[in-house]
T-cell receptor, first 115, second 109 residues
Framework: DAGVTQSPTHLIKTRGQHVTLRCSPI?????VSWYQQVLGQGPQFIFQ???????GRGNFPDRFSARQFPNYSSELNVNALLLGDSALYLC??????????????FGDGTRLSIL | EDQVTQSPEALRLQEGESSSLNCSYT??????LFWYRQDPGKGPEFLFT???AGEEKEKERLKATLTKKESFLHITAPKPEDSATYLC??????????FGAGTTVTVRA
């Protein structure tokens, strides 16, 4: 069975540009979450979407936005890129809205580098 | 204030040398504690979910335990392929996981 897939795997942008990252969840999973992982740190929560609605948002500026599509895939958009946005962006999917004992399963991420 | 603290930051073991990793948390209403393994350049791989104090889970050479304030991941007779960063995460609401910084384990043959 396919796991969580993310594209692209690597991306290089310059300051001020915009980027769109994409995620396809595990088949049957309706919830998608996005995390940012800076080198040497654990993942930091950005968003969760469930049934196409935003269920939670982490402490990130409004430059970060996301959406979920009817097929449960998701996009993360970041505007006006800053050097500090360089990180591994991880997508995770789970069966439901996060309640209960359902773990989140992660993709291998998109490595974003800002020059 | 950090909600999840992992120690040590790094652990170097000889093959076969058992050890334990610690994850302490300060969330008020724990709705689950999760252990993940992360290899370089990869996303975290789910290992265990723990919910109640006293609960234990095992998988091959790994065993996770939970108390009211911390969790331990015990690695018994590790092999080089157990080398990875081990991440602990807690859930205190319906939607997000709060991660620790991880413990990087290196097992030498």
């Amino acid at each position: 069975d396919a796991g969580v897939t993310q594209s692209p795997t690597h991306l290089i942008k310059t300051r001020g540009q915009h980027v769109t990252l994409r995620c396809s969840p595990i088949s049957g999973h309706k919830s998608v979450s996005w995390y940012q992982q800076v080198l040497g740190q654990g993942p930091q929560f950005i968003f969760q979407y469930y049934e196409k609605e935003e269920r939670g948002r982490g402490n990130f500026p409004d430059r970060f936005s996301a959406r979920q599509f009817p097929n449960y895939s998701s996009e993360l958009n970041v505007n006006a890129l800053l050097l500090g946005d360089s990180a591994l962006y991880l997508c995770a999917s789970s069966l439901g809205g996060g309640q209960g004992r359902q773990p989140q399963h992660f993709g291998d991420g998109t490595r974003l580098s800002i020059l | 204030e950090d909600q999840v603290t992992q120690s040590p930051e790094a652990l170097r073991l000889q093959e076969g040398e058992s050890s334990s990793l610690n994850c302490s948390y300060t969330v008020s209403g724990l709705r689950g504690l999760f252990w993940y393994r992360q290899d370089p350049g990869k996303g975290p791989e789910f290992l265990f979910t723990l919910y109640s104090a006293g609960e234990e889970k095992e998988k091959e050479r790994l065993k996770a335990t939970l108390t009211k304030k911390e969790s331990f991941l015990h690695i018994t007779a590790p092999k080089p392929e157990d080398s990875a960063t081990y991440l602990c995460a807690v859930r205190e609401d319906d939607y997000k996981l709060s991660f620790g910084a991880g413990t990087t384990v290196t097992v030498r043959a």
